[in-house]
């Protein structure tokens, strides 16, 4: 990556030069956040050659505006039971927030859902990051995520917005 590109890369993350430390750690923290599927892609994990989807969440609002957080899933057949079966759940939830249904020729594989799931790209809703730690690797702890539709609040209560109901 050259000087431009890179220089990019940190401004779509969201660094201010006015008023953001040079010392920040790009990632979220745990916390709640109104974000929109910013892009799906396909392709192999570079240190372990599996297939893998790179799904990239955008905050829209708030403190942390424009910030991103990657999620990066795969199917592998090496992999365990339960990390598949999170997986799969992470997948489906994207992809009810985003308004897409998957059919059977979508879920062939890797590359296939991520096509799929493109349909859903600049759709917003509700993340919600926890973060726990991890024994093996306490310097990589674990990023836990749950979706839910992004509601307002007004005087009245709260309701839910369909993408029928944004202004742009």
């Known amino acids: ?13 969201g660094f201010d030069a006015k008023k953001d430390s040079i010392n920040q750690n790009s990632k979220l923290e745990a916390g709640n956040y109104p974000v929109r599927l910013k892009s799906v892609q396909a392709g192999k994990n ?3 050659d599996q ?10 609002s708030g ?7 990657n999620i990066y899933i795969s199917f592998d057949d090496g992999l365990p039971p339960f990390v598949l079966e999170t997986n799969g759940r992470i997948l ?9 249904e998957f059919k059977n020729k979508d879920l062939e594989d890797e590359y296939s859902a991520s096509q799929a799931l493109e349909n859903g790209i600049g759709k917003q809703f509700k993340m919600e990051l926890t973060i726990s730690p991890n024994k093996k690797n306490p310097q ?15 005087g009245d209560g709260t309701f839910d917005i369909d993408d029928e109901n944004l202004p742009f």
């Open 63 to 69: 403190k942390d505006k424009s910030r991103l957080e």
């Open 46 to 48: 570079k240190n372990n």
């Open 92 to 100: 489906l939830k994207l992809a009810a927030m985003v308004g897409v």
């Open 1 to 13: 990556m050259g000087l431009l590109e890179t220089l990019k890369s940190v401004k779509n993350e």
């Open 51 to 60: 297939d893998q989807i790179a799904i990239s969440l955008e905050v829209v």
């Open 140 to 154: 990589y702890p674990y990023r836990n995520y749950d979706f839910q539709t992004l509601q307002v609040e007004t």
